[in-house]
């Protein structure tokens, strides 16, 4: 008996007894937020995307949330309205989760949570004297907390590849690294990690680089333009220099590049150039109102939509499009020549080749 009672403290005290995939987060919100409840929202099962809740004291802002979590899982945590309080790695263990003096979500109890949140302390610090630097306008300071920036996340990815947040943080930098950097990196995390959804995308967008790169053949494009109907690239481009623009009406930067777009068209569409426009509308209707209206004067190529349903086309990713505008520029042997021409860098392009 004695030892039943022993055993029922311990299960007690480390409250994963019988299940080592439990776990609990234990947080504090200040009642300003009026948050009634909060819930943990997954991002990568859009299919069942809750994945628990919890009330929230309306006295303290005090809550618990408990569960299990087979693998490693990054969620956010909201409220009744899914706007987003911040991220937190699920994983077996017991979190604490608390509002940083700055404002930002703090999580400790786990290793990517741990991680993550010295990250975050660390990295706050070096946004604090970026800013006085930008203030001061001292270009060698913002140099070198830029130079800063960049190792601290290096670091904190090289030190964490058997864990979430270091999986995340690597997500996140892909833009600093090329892609034989990045496929190096992706092979050093633990095998464990290696078929995570996140993972995956990192992966995919790996391959999309490699694909992409100067020298490769252009992967064909099949979408459909203004009428509904098919527009293929291979169509257009066959024997022409060609660029393959990816942009949207609401994205201010690919608005301001196309009076160099119609300049590069009006200039060069007689000696063998033309322009392939990918639009990354949701808004199919604010698209086509748009291109239609200016059709002569800002739109006069080939236009085409790469959004059905609200999801992207899969070609999307397969050119590694990230950021918008991204383009590309074919030769007439379907060799990526040149990518990402912005401005007057398209004309001088063409004017080179041409």
């Not at 070096?126 to 070198?144: E, L, N, W």
């Not at 290096?154 to 590849?161: D, Q, R």
């Not at 397969?318 to 007057?344: F, H, M, Q, W």
């Amino acid at each position: 008996m004695k030892k039943l009672v022993i055993w029922s403290v311990i299960c007690v005290a480390t409250w994963s007894c019988g299940n080592p995939n439990r776990f609990v987060i234990e947080g504090r919100l200040p009642q300003m937020e009026a948050v009634d409840t909060v819930y943990l929202i997954s991002q990568f099962a859009p299919e069942q995307p809750q994945v628990a809740a919890a009330p929230v004291s309306p006295k303290t802002g005090a809550f618990t949330i408990k569960g299990t979590v087979e693998h490693p899982e990054m969620v956010v945590l909201t409220n009744r309205q899914r706007q987003g309080m911040g991220i937190i790695f699920l994983e077996p263990g017991k979190m604490q989760l608390e509002r940083a003096p700055l404002g930002y979500l703090r999580v400790i109890g786990t290793p990517s949570n741990d991680a993550y949140a010295e990250f975050q302390e660390r990295m706050n610090v070096i946004d604090g004297a970026f800013m006085s630097a930008v203030q001061a306008q001292d270009t060698v300071k913002i140099d070198s907390l830029q130079h800063e920036s960049m190792m601290l996340m290096a670091h904190t990815i090289e030190a964490n590849t058997g864990n979430l947040a270091g999986l995340y943080l690597f997500n996140q930098s892909l833009g600093n690294l090329d892609a034989e950097g990045a496929r190096a990196l992706a092979e050093r995390f633990d095998p464990a990690l290696q078929e995570h959804p996140l993972m995956q995308a990192v992966k995919k967008t790996i391959t999309a680089w490699e694909n992409t790169a100067i020298g490769r053949p252009y992967m064909d494009i099949a979408l459909p333009g203004l009428d509904g109907q098919i527009v293929k690239l291979s169509d257009v481009a066959t024997g022409k220099w060609t660029l393959i623009d990816f942009w949207a009406t609401w994205c201010g930067p690919c608005r301001q590049e196309l009076p160099f777009l119609r300049q590069a068209f009006e200039e060069y569409s007689d000696k063998g150039f033309t322009i392939y426009g990918v639009s990354l509308d949701s808004d199919v209707f604010a698209w086509q109102s748009l291109v239609r209206r200016d059709e002569g004067a800002n739109f006069p190529w080939h236009n085409v939509i790469g959004v059905e349903n609200g999801k992207a086309a899969s070609i999307i990713e397969e050119y590694a499009v990230r950021t918008i505008p991204t383009n590309y520029l074919i030769s007439p042997e379907g060799k990526i020549v040149a990518k990402d021409l912005r401005g007057s860098q398209l004309l001088e392009k063409l004017e080179e080749v041409m």
